[in-house]
Structure formats: structure tokens, C-alpha cells
């Protein structure tokens, strides 16, 4: 019995001898091949959040320049219309109806001025309104075809906002109004004409004032350039006035919101509340927000 106990005593032995290599076993496990897979897989996470970021960066810059692309077309716009209205402004026989009272050169004025439209076709009408804010010479463009309006139907336009801006102005300096909807004895006109107004005033050669030449500008030329630079994805960039009324929005029906009563409500903020007080600190540049990231351009 004590032989065969001793046996059992010496099994147990081994058996502890055993456990206690495999404890051994397992936590030099622990202490060195644990450690290494967390490093592996902390790199791995590190190699991942770094890949995240500069796909997350090169998004951003894609965006930013795309805007920004967006910004120098608009700006190219508003440079080739201002070249226009300065040098309508400076027509010799614009100056010489007016200043000598004389009918020929009104209508040698108003024919010059039919022509450039027809030539250009990028303006909704072309106007010299006079100091008392009457339409002296107005052509309309059809979309096809410019015409002289007749004497009869000619209005007064001292009260709008254009006339009282512009003529404030001094000679060279042109004025700008913001995009709107194009209003016709009082009513939007239909179906909606986006318009630019741009005026400058027109001087006599004795440096008095003698009215203002004025361009309704097609300003769906204008929206059309912006979105074509984004059409593989209209929902990416947005179009908004400085009191966060769209001028461009997709889906559409949303536009216009400041002009049309039954669209009062529908405005940037609305709908990006959070993004909206962005916008109103930032007016350039690359911002994180709460749901994701945003280019802004001014």
C-alpha cells in the first residue's frame, strides 16, 4: 500500500509539475504574444484612422476646389456683363442724344444697343432710364430676337431700388442688385426669369448726370454654369443668398423663398439648422459639423 500510495503521491507530483508548466506556458504567453497582437492590431487601427483621414482630407479638397471652381465662374460672369454695361455707358451717341436733344441719335443709340443684345443674347432687356427715372431706350430680348420697345410703352422707374442705387453712384462705379425673380407691373413674371440687374450712371461730357444704363441680366445663364460643374452630383453643393434663401436647390421647389408666399418658410436653416449657424461665422474654407463635413465658399 505504501509503495502504490507512494506511486499515487509521485502522479500527483508530475501532474502539479505539469499544471505549473502550462501556467508558466500561458503566461509567458500572456507577456509576449498578447502584448504583440494588441500592437498589431493598434497599428492596424492607426494605418486605418490615417487611411480614413486622407480619403476624409481628399474629399474635402475635392469639394473645396469644386466650389471654389464654381466661385470663378460666377465671378467670370459678373466680369463680362460689367464690361458690357461700362462700355454701353460710354456710347458717344448715347451721350450726344441727351446732351443735344437730338432724335437721330437716340435712335442710332437705341439701334446699337438691339444690336450688342442680339449679339449677345444674354440679356432680358437693355435700358437707359434718364435722370427723372423714365425708360428713354428699352429692348427686350425674347430668347431669339431683340427689339426696340415703342415710345408709348416705355414706364418710369424712378421709384425701384435700382434707379435710387444707382444713380448715387459715381461715374465708373456700377451697382450690383441681389438674384431675383424678374417682376413684371408688379407681378413675378412667369414662368420665373432669374435676373441680374447691373447699372452704372451715364455722364455728360460737362460731368453731369444725365440717367443710368441699365442690363436685366439672364441669370439662369448664370445658375446653369454653377450646376453644371456639379451635375454628376447636384445634391453636393447649394446655391443661397445671404439670408440663407436658395437661389439653386436639389430637389428643386424649393427656391425663391423670399419672393413667392408660398415658399416663405423654405430656407437653408430650416433644414440645417446646425449647419446654418456655421454658415452665418464662416464664410470660407473647410469645417467639420455634426454630420459629417463641409466645403464653404463665398
Do not use: C
Not at 7 to 20: G, P, S
Not at 46 to 72: C, D, F, H, P
Not at 144 to 166: G, H, M
Not at 261 to 269: A, I, P, S, V
Amino acid at each position: 500500500m505504501f509503495f502504490a500510495m507512494q506511486d499515487t503521491n509521485q502522479t500527483a507530483l508530475d501532474k502539479q509539475h505539469r499544471t505549473d508548466n502550462s501556467h508558466g506556458t500561458f503566461r509567458y504567453f500572456l507577456m509576449t504574444f498578447l502584448p504583440l497582437a494588441v500592437l498589431i492590431v493598434t497599428i492596424s487601427y492607426t494605418i486605418y484612422a490615417i487611411e480614413y483621414k486622407n480619403r476624409i482630407k481628399l474629399k474635402l479638397e475635392q469639394n473645396q476646389s469644386m466650389i471654389n471652381l464654381q466661385g470663378e465662374v460666377i465671378m467670370q460672369d459678373f466680369t463680362s456683363i460689367i464690361s458690357d454695361v461700362l462700355f454701353l455707358a460710354s456710347d458717344s451717341d448715347l451721350k450726344e442724344a441727351f446732351e443735344d436733344k437730338n432724335s437721330e441719335h437716340l435712335v442710332q443709340a437705341a439701334n446699337e444697343m438691339r444690336n450688342f443684345s442680339n449679339a449677345k443674347k444674354t440679356y432680358d432687356q437693355m435700358r437707359f432710364i434718364d435722370k427723372t427715372g423714365m425708360e428713354r431706350i428699352r429692348i427686350n430680348f425674347d430668347g431669339s430676337q431683340a427689339d426696340i420697345v415703342p415710345k408709348n410703352q416705355l414706364q418710369s422707374k424712378r421709384d425701384r431700388y435700382y434707379f435710387t442705387e444707382s444713380k448715387r453712384l459715381k461715374l465708373g462705379q456700377v451697382y450690383i442688385s441681389p438674384m431675383d425673380l424678374n417682376l413684371e407691373h408688379g407681378e413675378v413674371e412667369l414662368p420665373y426669369k432669374p435676373t441680374i440687374r447691373i447699372a452704372t450712371p451715364v455722364e455728360s461730357s460737362r460731368g453731369e448726370f444725365m440717367g443710368i444704363l441699365i442690363v436685366n441680366y439672364l441669370g439662369q445663364l448664370m445658375l446653369d454654369h454653377f450646376i453644371s460643374i456639379h451635375a454628376e452630383n447636384p445634391t453636393l453643393s447649394h446655391l443661397v443668398n445671404s439670408d440663407g434663401f436658395w437661389l439653386h436647390s436639389y430637389p428643386h421647389g424649393q427656391e425663391w423663398g423670399f419672393m413667392l408666399d408660398d415658399r416663405k418658410e423654405q430656407r437653408f436653416q430650416r433644414y440645417h439648422a446646425q449647419l446654418g449657424k456655421l454658415l452665418a461665422v464662416k464664410k470660407r474654407g473647410a469645417s467639420n459639423w455634426i454630420r459629417g463635413f463641409i466645403a464653404l465658399s463665398q
